[in-house]
């Protein structure tokens, strides 16, 4: 009888956590950002960018992608992300850190839009 009390109570609470974790995906978006915009006030933020891909260099376990829109900036993506050519339209996940006492981006998700 206690056994079925905590499978019942283990059941409830997976429910109730893929409802709110649901809920939390739906309503939580990342803000959208253009080169221009980003400043050192931005350091330890995620954001969204895109633009088209103006070059692309492979380090030992990063790549450098720099990305133009109306000016370039170079986002770093670790070894395991798809790699894009130059001329793609990709959309990515965007950190700003600073590294070195400069700040950089640290780039994932690369989605292609376009090539």
């Avoid at 283990?10 to 221009?36: C, M, P, R, W």
């Avoid at 370039?72 to 990709?90: N, Q, R, V």
Wanted: avoid cysteine; hydrophobic fraction near 40%; glycine fraction near 6%.
């Amino acid at each position: 009888m206690h056994e079925q009390k905590v499978l019942k109570i283990a059941y409830i609470s997976s429910v109730a956590g893929i409802l709110f974790l649901f809920y939390l995906s739906q309503t939580v978006q990342l803000e959208e950002k253009n080169i221009d915009d980003i400043s050192e006030s931005d350091i330890g933020k995620t954001f969204l960018m895109q633009g088209k891909v103006v070059k692309v260099a492979s380090y030992n376990n990063s790549v450098a992608v720099t990305i133009m829109q109306e000016n370039t900036k170079t986002a770093f993506f670790g070894a395991e992300e798809y790699i894009p050519s130059e001329g793609d339209f990709i959309r990515f996940r965007a950190k700003l850190v600073d590294y070195d006492g400069r700040s950089s981006l640290e780039g994932s998700n690369i989605i292609l839009q376009k090539s």
